[in-house]
């Protein structure tokens, strides 16, 4: 899709190998999507305030959660005006 490759890799967007990292040991601390009632192990890291709006945060963990990847995904679409579903 052509709104996909407007958007760059992911190393383009703030990905690389520090982020791994941050990843990694933010996963290892909090294994439980931050949803309340849901219970599903941590997948995916959602930054709080986008990398776009604010790189430098990228790294900050008091700017991280924990999500599995259905509520990741459901917050991703939200916040990107996607569709609902």
């Keep these: 899709m052509a709104d996909d490759r407007a958007r760059g890799t992911a190393r383009d967007r703030g990905y690389d190998s520090a982020w791994q990292r941050v990843r990694s040991a933010f996963v290892a601390a909090h294994p ?7 219970g599903q192990p941590t997948t995916d890291v959602d930054h709080i305030v986008s990398v776009r709006d604010r790189p430098d945060l990228r790294l900050v963990w008091s700017n991280l959660r924990p999500m599995c990847h ?3 995904s459901q917050r991703t679409r939200r916040d990107q005006g996607g569709p609902k579903g």
Excluded: A, L, P, T
């Design 32 to 38: 439980v999507c931050c949803v309340e009632g849901c």
């Design 70 to 72: 259905r509520h990741h």
